[in-house]
DNA sequence: GCCAACGTTGGC
DNA sequence: GCCAACGTTGGC
């Protein structure tokens, strides 16, 4: 409409001993493979947009949070991690032809101060936020401009200084 | 370690 | 296409 460029934003969880924030910062980007849940593989392929923002989350460990902010440096190509059969990942419906999985790559951009899930929670400006959301476990969702700036903010970011 | 909430698989 | 059994996620 205005000639802008739209700007999506989403959060992806990780699991802390699997694959941590500071390994990221250390690896300035990485490709984020392993997904293997159709939900999440598809906003991989539709929807994640070079420039996309990111929160990245750490699950599986207390409290969980979220620890710093990514963005999207390659949108959705093929999993390759499903065709190898020494990966974890591996999944033996996946070929060259039909890689069934698919994964983005993100870069990171700005660590920030830990913002536990409790402290969400108590964030009434972060009501209705998919993270909250009882019985949610997507792995990669969406998160609203509102919301992303909101946790920011809790970390100590302005992310108007992005 | 428990278990709620999903998602997937496969027999029918 | 239903649904029971099973597997996984992930907070607690």
């Not at 001993?17 to 910062?25: A, E, I, N």
Request: proline content about 7%; charged content about 25%; some cysteine.
């Amino acid at each position: 409409m205005h000639g802008e460029v739209m700007v999506n934003y989403w959060l992806m969880k990780s699991e802390l001993d699997v694959y941590p924030w500071s390994q990221l910062v250390e690896d300035k980007t990485t490709h984020w493979d392993g997904v293997r849940n159709y939900q999440a593989r598809n906003i991989m392929r539709d929807d994640m947009k070079n420039g996309d923002w990111v929160l990245f989350y750490h699950s599986n460990c207390k409290p969980p949070h979220v620890a710093g902010v990514a963005k999207v440096c390659k949108e959705g190509y093929p999993d390759f991690t499903a065709q190898d059969p020494e990966s974890k990942y591996f999944d033996e419906k996946a070929t060259p032809e039909n890689p069934r999985w698919i994964m983005v790559d993100i870069e990171a951009i700005k660590e920030i101060e830990a913002v536990g899930l409790p402290e969400l929670r108590a964030n009434p400006s972060l009501e209705g936020m998919p993270l909250l959301q009882r019985g949610q476990r997507l792995s990669v969702q969406p998160v609203s401009a509102e919301h992303f700036a909101v946790v920011c903010q809790m970390g100590g970011l302005n992310s108007n200084c992005l």
